[in-house]
């Protein structure tokens, strides 16, 4: 499709979501990359979940299935599986894709069925008005944990790349990178794992402040770029070496050169983030190409007859009926 | 030895060892046998849900029941006229079901102090037995490893052709030809020439002691009954569901999904229909319940009709994804194989107390068109209509197998016409003006455009909508006119629903109404009505909702009506509901079907009182 623009791919529906929700970023950046790249809005289907990330699909100009809580892999995998030319994205929070759906999330990745899983972590339950989520940091506050949640958070990288997912990226709401990490997730055969860092104005405002502020980005994130020396901070003055079982803060002239397709790198890299010595990175961390489901066999017609009297059939004779 | 033949008009045969013994195996063999033979032939399957439960204890025993008749039969029959125990413990659990002055075939190498013990009993039993019964002691163990010796089987390989000994007996015995089992073992066992030489030798090595001992003075035969003229089969109702899903996949130009996590005793279907990725279906093993039930939506949406097969637990976890296709008004069928429950219950044993959760077991207004096969064969033209009638009122179906039925096998003559109802396939187009749930004024259905059809794009979800258009909306005025065309469209046309299977008079003492597989003994218990000067009928529902309302005309032309079901009496507090009708509940609950002499007994009471 041709001179698709951005407006082809919004619907007449209101968007509902709060005054400066991260989502508004999301979306316009989903319906820019879609133009970008000449996608015709009838071949593509949005599957949600419940959440507020999960009304995404009622504002997408496409086919669109809001399921049921934690469910939208299921019904995405059905719907892929049958019908392997349509684009799928699952789109899915941190509650509804890493508390009630975890499940489906992990055999989703495992199985590389090729759907594309936007999970929009925002470390906080929106919809249900403010408690904490498996992504909530030790000692959040919240609703429901009004002394502080004493419970660890997940990472969800961490969990992808454990499930055997074939990509794993991560991106920021309001960065103007989004897109192109979105349109890497779309060009994937396999099945693909975004998280996207989406702030909640209302429950857990400036949950990412250090890394979604534009000023404050340039001296927190580190931006993966495959075949690119892993650098960051003011001119790209720092940089991140990973050897095996090491990783250390290093000038840029020693810092390793990112290799998307290295699985021990990503490890090492996700391991050093939660110990605080490597940088809040963005991009594609990890893409490996494994085999997605078989396509369905060429199809025996007329053999109806063949198949019911398979096993042991019998013959009764005119000659025994009455 | 010589031995005289008699001829009876039916036998009914009960096999029983550990659960490693292949008795389910022997079992199917027989009756195949006997079908071949031409008798009518009813069978049902007993099992533990221990896989290999200790050997030689009570609660590891597999039981397998057939019985063959010389004229058309419709139940296993009671007790049974010969019994095959393979240790003590066998001998103990079943004993109660061989009738007096039946025979009984004991493996006497099982007849050590140690194995009475683990039954619990001893040794002394079975001398005890000599007055009810004829004991036929057998050396089998003994007898099947001299038998196979020669084949360099291992010990334990050996022993397990103790089974086709057994069937090489009972051949001899009931006078059935042995082709068919030696068929089936050079097929099964073709990839290993030992194992297959092992058990062929055995099946032979029983006929020809059985013949040349002297444990049978007498052999029987049994007439072939008289059968329309036709190509038959033995099915099982899980076979004869997946026969009709390869029916209907062959009128689609588009697969069909079967999606299941593996659940006794529903995985047999999965397993089926694994096999026929060439014929139109698509097999997927869910990471669970929910997740099956969820594809075949997501299959629905991209316009494939879908099957999601499960039984106890499986019904309970799939609620809140059908009251979804409810709500998105999409075409799904949920095949349940119901067991005894609730939570894990007896996972092998026979109940019909899932109609309460199919009928109403969602959160929300949320009725679906819930039907039963009433026997193995229905199996097959049960699933047609469930795909036609998903896809017709566009709403997920229930159906309600059991395990009895599941499991049990008949002779099925292959029907000439095997297609019995086809699904239309989903819009090419979306229709103008493009409304997502605008109504077949005559069906109440909504358009089915999937998911990649040009100009078509919409959304749709498990919000409440707009009439016609479809658009999110929580006016209350809005939910009450969709929830009043939800249902009006299960509702509506209820003679297009499977149709009752009625027997007798359409007035007189006693109606009896049923379903699923109670069937094949209300027929039974009928018949002996009848020859008391009992007026009554049989009523078998097919669709147990919605409940066609013409039947209550039906029913009051009766002076009792009573309903006999497997659970407590939920078909007739829902009857009892609609009908405004004094109708009474019998019931059992023992994870066993009726015997006739049980629901004679009942039947008979209830009529006493009229």
């Known amino acids: 499709m041709s001179g698709m623009n951005k407006k082809d791919f919004e619907t007449q529906q209101e968007v509902r979501w709060c005054p400066g929700c991260g989502d508004y970023a999301i979306l316009a950046a989903m319906q820019k990359m879609l133009a970008s790249t000449h996608q015709d809005p009838d071949q593509v289907v949005f599957v949600s979940g419940i959440g507020c990330s999960s009304r995404f699909p009622y504002y997408m100009n496409t086919y669109g299935f809001h399921t049921l809580h934690g469910r939208a892999p299921c019904v995405a995998t059905g719907l892929k599986l049958m019908r392997p030319e349509l684009s799928v994205w699952v789109i899915t929070g941190d509650g509804d894709g890493l508390s009630i759906g975890a499940n489906h999330l992990v055999h989703l990745l495992r199985r590389n069925v090729p759907l594309k899983v936007l999970l929009f972590n925002n470390r906080i339950y929106g919809l249900t008005k403010g408690q904490y989520s498996p992504t909530s940091p030790e000692g959040t506050t919240s609703k429901s944990s009004p002394a502080g949640s004493w419970e660890h958070p997940l990472d969800p990288c961490s969990l992808a790349l454990a499930a055997g997912a074939t990509f794993v990226a991560r991106g920021i709401d309001v960065d103007s990178q989004l897109p192109a990490v979105l349109q890497a997730a779309q060009e994937h055969p396999g099945a693909a794992f975004v998280e996207i860092i989406q702030n909640c104005p209302v429950f857990n405002d400036n949950a990412f402040v250090a890394v979604r502020d534009k000023a404050a980005r340039a001296s927190h994130v580190l931006p993966l770029v495959h075949g690119q020396k892993m650098c960051w901070g003011q001119d790209n003055q720092q940089g991140v070496r990973v050897k095996p079982w090491v990783w250390e803060a290093c000038d840029p002239l020693h810092a390793s050169v990112h290799d998307q397709n290295n699985r021990a790198q990503a490890q090492m890299l996700l391991v050093g983030e939660q110990a605080g010595d490597v940088p809040f990175w963005t991009g594609v961390l990890y893409q490996e190409q494994r085999a997605t489901p078989p396509q369905a066999p060429e199809r025996k017609r007329d053999v109806l007859q063949v198949l019911l009297q398979e096993g042991q059939a019998w013959q009764v004779a005119e000659a025994s009926s009455p | ?203 032979q090595a029983g006929y020809t002691l059985a013949q040349n001992g002297e444990w049978f003075p007498n052999t029987y035969r049994v007439a072939p009954a008289v059968f329309e003229a036709g190509t038959y089969r033995s099915v099982t109702g899980n076979q004869a569901a997946i026969l009709g899903l390869l029916a209907t996949a062959s009128t689609q130009e588009r697969n069909i999904l079967l999606a299941g996590y593996p659940i006794t005793p529903a995985s047999d279907l999965l397993h089926q229909a694994a096999r026929h990725q060439e014929h139109g279906i698509t097999t997927f093993q869910a990471e669970d319940e929910i997740a099956a039930m969820g594809a075949v939506l997501g299959a629905a949406f991209g316009g494939h009709l879908g099957v999601a097969c499960t039984s106890g637990p499986g019904l309970d976890l799939k609620q809140e994804t059908l009251g979804l296709g409810v709500m998105a008004e999409l075409p799904a069928v949920l095949w349940v194989v119901q067991r005894a429950g609730p939570a894990t219950g007896m996972p092998t044993k026979v109940e019909q107390a899932d109609l309460n959760a199919a009928c109403f077991g969602r959160h929300g207004q949320a009725a679906v068109p819930v039907l039963a096969p009433a026997t193995p064969s229905d199996h097959f033209a049960m699933m047609q209509h469930a795909l036609t009638t998903a896809r017709e009122r566009m709403t997920p179906v229930i159906v309600l197998s059991d395990g009895a039925l599941a499991h049990g096998a008949e002779p099925w003559r292959l029907p000439e016409q095997p297609i019995v109802a086809v699904p239309a396939a989903p819009n090419s187009t979306p229709p103008e003006p493009w409304l997502p749930y605008a109504r077949d004024p005559k069906t109440g259905a909504r358009p089915w455009v999937p998911a990649g059809t040009p100009q078509g794009a919409h959304r749709i979800g498990g919000l409440e909508k707009t009439p016609e258009t479809g658009a999110v909306s929580s006016q209350g005025v809005h939910h009450e006119t969709m929830m009043r065309q939800r249902r009006h469209k299960i509702e509506t046309d209820p003679q297009r629903y499977p149709e009752p299977w009625w027997s007798g008079p359409e007035r007189g003492d006693l109606l009896v109404i049923a379903w699923g597989s109670t069937y094949g003994v209300v027929q039974e218990a009928l018949r002996r009505c009848n020859a008391h000067g009992i007026v009554a009928s049989h009523l078998h529902l097919r669709t147990l909702w919605p409940i066609d309302p013409g039947l209550k005309t039906k029913a009051r032309s009766f002076q009792r009506v009573v309903c006999v079901e497997l659970n407590e009496g939920q078909l007739c507090a829902i009857l009892r509901a609609q009908w405004l009708l004094p109708i009474e509940a019998i019931t059992q609950t023992q994870g066993q079907p009726f015997s006739l002499e049980v629901l004679w007994a009942a039947l008979e009471v209830a009529t006493c009182q009229a």
């Open chain 2, 1 to 203: 030895m010589a031995s005289q033949r008699h001829m009876l008009e039916q036998v009914v045969v009960y096999l029983a060892g550990d659960s490693g013994d292949g008795i389910q195996v022997a079992g199917q063999q027989l009756t195949l046998s006997s079908a071949v033979a031409g008798n009518d032939v009813h069978t049902f399957a007993d099992y533990p849900a221990e896989i290999r439960a200790p050997a030689g204890t009570t609660f590891g025993i597999s039981g397998f029941q057939l019985r063959f008749a010389a004229d058309h039969i419709h139940t296993v029959g009671g007790s049974c006229d010969v019994l095959v125990a393979l240790n003590p413990a066998a001998l103990v659990v079943s004993l109660p079901a061989l009738k007096e002055g039946g025979i009984l075939i004991f493996d006497t190498d099982k007849n050590t102090e140690r194995d009475w013990a683990k039954a619990g009993a001893s040794p002394s039993q079975l001398e005890a037995l000599e007055a009810r019964c004829r004991v036929v002691g057998v050396p089998l163990s003994r007898m099947t490893l001299e038998a196979v010796s020669t084949h360099g089987l291992s010990r334990s390989q050996s022993r397990r052709c103790k089974n086709c000994l057994v069937l090489g007996m009972l051949y001899w015995l009931y006078d059935r030809p042995l082709h068919h089992t030696q068929a089936w073992i050079k097929e099964r066992f073709a990839h290993d020439p030992a194992l297959q030489q092992g058990n062929l030798t055995a099946l």
